[in-house]
C-alpha cells in the first residue's frame, strides 16, 4: 500500500502541468481520433516549433533594408543546418494558419461554439486572427522580390477602408511605402508582441476550454464510462505530435522555403500578388467595388462568426459533426453550390465589359458594390431556405451550411488568384505562367 502512494505522488509530480491542462478522467468516447482530429493539440504544438525556430532564427538576422537578405543568405549557406532551420519554421507556420483555421472548422461543425463555449470560440476566432497576422509580419522579412511586393499589394488593401483606411496603412507601415520603418514594424511584431499575444490567449483558451468541461460530449456518449487522461489521452496525443513533427521534417527537407532575389522597390513583378491567405480578398477586387470587398464584406463575416454562438436553438445535438444526416448532406450540397456558383461568377464577370463600359453614368458603387452584394445575399437566402424545406434543417445546421457554402467559395477565389491570373491579373491556365 505504501509502495502504491509513493508511485501515484511520483506520477502525480512527474505529470503535474499535463494534469492541470486535462482533467484526470476524460470520457471513453472522446478519444475518438474522428472527433477532434487532434487539431487543438496540432496547433499548440505549432506554436513551439515557431517559437523555438523564431528565437533561434533571431540570433541570425538583421532588420534593416540593407542586410536583411544577406543574413538570410547568409544562414541558409553558412550556418550548419540552417536553411532546414528556415524551411521548418516556414513550413511550420504555413501549416499553423491550415490547423487553426480546421480546428475552428472543427469546432463549429460539432456544435461546440454554443454557450458555455461561447467565449472560447469568440477567443479562437481572435487567435486565428493573431496567427494570420503573424505568418503575414513575418512574410517580409527575407526583404526579397515575392515578400516585398506581396506586402506592397497587401497593405495597399487597408486604403480602401472607409476614413481611416489611408492613416491605418500608414501606421501599419510606418510611413507612405515599405522601407526601414516598416521593416522594422514588422520584425517587431512578429518576434514580440504577437507572440506575447497568442501565447497569452492560448493559455486563457486553454483555461476556457477546461473549465468547459473540456471537448464537447455528444448526448449519445455521455454515459460512456471515464478512463485515466494517462495514458489513454496522452498516449494519443504524444503519437498526433510526433507524426506531425515527423511530417514538417519531411516536407522542410524535400522542398525549401521561397527565397526570390533582393527586394527591388523599383521593379514590380507582373502580376503583384498579396500572400496566399490574402489572395481571396484580391480576387474579390477584381469582381467587387473596393469598398465592399475589402470592407463591407470582411466585417459582416466577422460580425457573424461573433455573433454564431448566439443565435437561439432548441437544439441539443452537440458533438455531432453536422450534427445529423441531414446535416452531412445540406453541407455537401453547399460545397457543390458554393464552387459551382463561384466559378460561374468568375466566368461571368470575365466576359462582361467594364461596369463604366455597360452601365456609363451610374455609380460604380452601385453597379459593382451594392448590386452585386444584394444579389448574392438573396441568391444565398433563397437557397437556405430551399435547404430547409428539403431537408428540414434546424438553425445549427443552416448555419453549417452557409459556412461550408462561404469557406468553399473562399477557397475557390484563393485558387483562381493565385494559380489562374497571369500578367494584369487576367485570367490565363496555370501552364502559361
Known amino acids: 500500500m505504501t509502495d502504491h502512494s509513493a508511485t501515484k505522488k511520483r506520477d502525480k509530480s512527474r505529470f503535474g502541468l499535463i494534469l492541470h491542462l486535462h482533467p484526470r478522467k476524460v470520457r ?24 523555438i525556430t523564431g528565437l533561434l532564427l533571431k540570433f541570425h538576422y538583421e532588420p534593416s533594408p540593407e542586410n536583411a537578405y544577406n543574413s538570410i543568405l547568409n544562414l541558409q549557406e553558412s550556418l550548419l543546418f540552417g536553411k532546414m532551420l528556415r524551411n521548418i519554421h516556414h513550413w511550420s507556420a504555413i501549416a499553423f494558419v491550415w490547423i ?9 461543425f460539432t456544435g461546440a461554439c454554443r454557450p458555455p463555449r461561447d467565449v472560447t470560440w469568440i477567443t479562437g476566432a481572435a487567435l486565428l486572427l493573431l496567427v494570420v497576422l503573424s505568418n503575414f509580419t513575418g512574410y517580409l522579412l527575407p526583404w526579397d522580390q515575392l515578400s516585398y511586393w506581396a506586402v506592397t499589394v497587401a497593405t495597399s488593401l487597408l486604403s480602401y477602408i472607409p476614413l481611416a483606411g489611408e492613416a491605418i496603412r500608414k501606421l501599419f507601415l510606418g510611413g507612405a511605402d515599405v522601407g526601414q520603418a516598416t521593416l522594422t514594424n514588422f520584425f517587431n511584431l512578429h518576434t514580440g508582441v504577437i507572440p506575447l499575444l497568442i501565447i497569452s490567449l492560448m493559455l486563457w483558451h486553454f483555461w476556457r476550454i477546461r473549465r468547459a468541461g473540456g471537448i464537447i460530449v455528444a448526448e449519445k456518449d455521455k454515459e460512456s464510462p471515464m478512463v485515466d487522461t494517462r495514458p ?5 496525443e504524444f503519437v498526433v505530435a510526433v507524426t506531425l513533427l515527423a511530417v514538417i521534417f519531411i516536407i522542410s527537407s524535400l522542398f ?26 484580391q480576387e474579390l477586387l477584381i469582381h467587387f467595388h473596393p469598398l ?15 455573433w454564431m454562438p448566439y443565435v437561439k436553438s432548441t437544439d441539443k445535438n452537440q458533438g455531432i459533426w453536422f450534427l445529423s444526416h441531414a446535416g452531412i448532406r445540406a453541407a455537401k450540397m453547399s460545397a457543390i453550390t458554393g464552387a459551382l456558383c463561384t466559378i460561374i461568377f468568375i466566368a461571368i464577370s470575365g466576359i462582361l465589359p467594364d461596369s463604366e463600359v455597360l452601365l456609363p453614368g451610374v455609380p460604380p458603387i452601385l453597379t459593382t458594390g451594392l448590386v452585386p452584394f444584394l444579389i448574392m445575399a438573396a441568391t444565398m437566402w433563397l437557397f437556405m431556405k430551399y435547404l430547409k424545406r428539403r431537408w428540414s434543417l434546424n438553425r445549427p445546421e443552416m448555419i453549417q451550411s452557409v459556412i461550408v457554402l462561404l469557406v468553399v467559395s473562399y ?17 490565363v491556365w496555370p501552364w502559361n505562367l
Not at 32 to 46: P, V
Not at 232 to 236: Q, V, Y
Not at 257 to 274: E, T
Open 28 to 51: 471513453e468516447s472522446t478519444l475518438r481520433f474522428t472527433l477532434t482530429f487532434g487539431l487543438g493539440g496540432m496547433a499548440a504544438m505549432l506554436m513551439v516549433i515557431q517559437v
Open 100 to 108: 487553426a483555421f480546421l480546428h475552428m472548422l472543427r469546432v463549429a
Open 232 to 236: 489513454h489521452l496522452i498516449n494519443r
Open 256 to 281: 525549401d522555403a521561397p527565397l526570390r532575389g533582393r527586394a527591388n522597390p523599383a521593379f514590380s513583378p507582373n502580376p503583384a500578388k498579396a500572400p496566399w491567405y490574402f489572395m481571396g480578398l
Open 292 to 306: 465592399f470587398a475589402v470592407f463591407v464584406l470582411p466585417v459582416t463575416m466577422l460580425a457573424a462568426v461573433v
Open 411 to 427: 477557397a475557390v477565389l484563393t485558387v483562381t488568384g493565385i494559380f489562374f491570373r497571369g500578367e494584369g491579373m487576367n485570367l
